[in-house]
């Protein structure tokens, strides 16, 4: 009886050791898993903000230079409407030069601007 009794205690220690010891495989196998999902997903969270970063940086020098090519087209709409204000002030005060006065006027004036 006392070795009938010393077998069962053992095939039950050598079956608990088995599972043990299959359970810290499991387990080990998880955490690989695990590990090696985080860093998958981080790489691919990465990739993609990075690439929605380069895409809002092209997206926001696209707007800043039609905004400067507006505000040059603006000036250069302002200094065209300035000459043509200039000039018309010019003519209107023409009348009171005598013709050689006229021209060394409006020389004098463009070469100023």
Request: hydrophobic share 45%.
């Amino acid at each position: 009886m006392k070795h009938r009794f010393s077998k069962v205690i053992y095939l039950m220690i050598s079956t608990l050791s088995i599972i043990l010891t299959t359970l810290l495989i499991f387990i080990l196998v998880i955490i690989c898993v695990v590990i090696i999902s985080c860093h998958l997903l981080r790489r691919i969270l990465t990739r993609k903000l990075l690439t929605r970063r380069h895409r809002l940086q092209e997206q926001r020098r696209i707007i800043e230079e039609s905004q400067q090519s507006v505000e040059s087209q603006h000036t250069e709409e302002m200094q065209g409407g300035n000459e043509f204000l200039n000039l018309h002030q010019f003519l209107l005060e023409a009348g009171d030069f005598a013709p050689d006065d006229f021209r060394r006027e409006w020389l004098a004036r463009q070469s100023n601007v």
